[in-house]
Each structure stands twice: as C-alpha cells, then as structure tokens.
C-alpha cells in the first residue's frame, strides 16, 4: 500500500485502540496521526495531502457522525472510514447514505481495515486529482474573451455556426474564427471533448 504523502488521521477516546491503529497503518508505510476527541481533530491544521479519517462513531463530546456532519458542512471532502463496537444498521447506514466509504465493526481484521483505508485514499486521489482538472477548466474558461464565451457557451447547446452568427449578429466566418480560438484556449481535441470540460467545470449554459 504505497501511497506517497497520505496521511490517516485516527480518531478514538480509546488509547489502545489508537495506538494498535497507528502501528498497523505504520507497518505499511502510512503516515499517522492519532487524536482522541473529534474536537481535537478539528482543531488540527492538517496539510493538504492525500488521506483519510479512520473514526470511532462514539466519543464523549463531538460524536463521530456528528464530526462526520460538521466536515461536510465545511465542504471537508476527507473521506471517512468508521469503526464502532456499538454500530447497528440504521447507524451505519446513516454513515454511508452520508458519504462514510465504509463502516467496520470491532473487532476489525487488520486486513479488513486496511482494504477499507486503501479504498479511501484511492478515493480522496481522485477527488484531488479532479478539483485540479476542474480549477485547470476554470482557468482556461477565464482567458476567454466575452464573445469567445457566448460562442463556447452556444457550442456547448449544439448551435450550428449559422445559427450562433444569427444569435450573435455576426457574420458565420466571424463565429469560425472565434470557434477556433476557442478550441485553441480550450485545449479541446473536438466539439465533444468541448461540451465534456464545460459539463465537468460546472459552468452552466444558456
């Protein structure tokens, strides 16, 4: 399990539960930090790397469903994994429905759990990895002139370039030029590609 950077952030009032954690997450080559409130996690500046939150359900104070709201109010997308000897179903699934990827029962196989950690960092890469993909979009969307926009935008509804000079009150030669820079800026390799970065942007069309 070599995941560069990644750090798993263990939350339990239990201190040998948190230390058996952080050794076995260890032994694998994860960097570890252990806290034993939610409150104490909360108030941690983390660095911005990969990772997840290994999370007890029941703790004095801030409970771990209630750690797990406040982080998605916060837009905090650290995926969570939960661990609890006082789990039941509609607890779990209240976890899941709210995100958590997973929610083991103690006792829990070291195999088990770090199959569920390994399942989270993957995820909280490809989160990473699509904000930067996202930011990147935005950007070139940014260096757009105004006309260069109202054309990407009416590409991306299916306009035909007569119909957009019609829009626009320009001439179709116009539009093919402003097309082309767009596609330049854009980086896009055609017109599918085009409409696929807007709708992974999140920019809305007319």
Known sequence: MPYKNATVYVVDDDQSVRNAKARLLKSVGLRVEVFSSARGF???KRADVPGCLLLDVRMPGLSGLD???ELSDSKVDLPIVFISSFGDIPMSVRAI??????????PVDDQVLLNAVGQAIDQHIRMRRDRSE???????????????HEVLMLVCEGLMNKQIAGHLN???????????HVME?????????LVHMVDQSGVSTP
């Open 42 to 44: 909360l108030d941690h």
């Open 67 to 69: 750690l797990q709201q």
């Open 97 to 106: 429905k709210a995100g958590a990827v997973d929610f083991l029962p103690k």
């Open 134 to 148: 996202v930011k990147d979009i935005l950007e070139r969307i940014e260096s757009l002139t105004p006309r260069e």
């Open 170 to 180: 320009i001439s179709q030669p116009t539009v093919k030029v402003h097309r082309r």
């Open 185 to 193: 800026k854009m980086g896009a390799a055609s017109i599918a590609d």
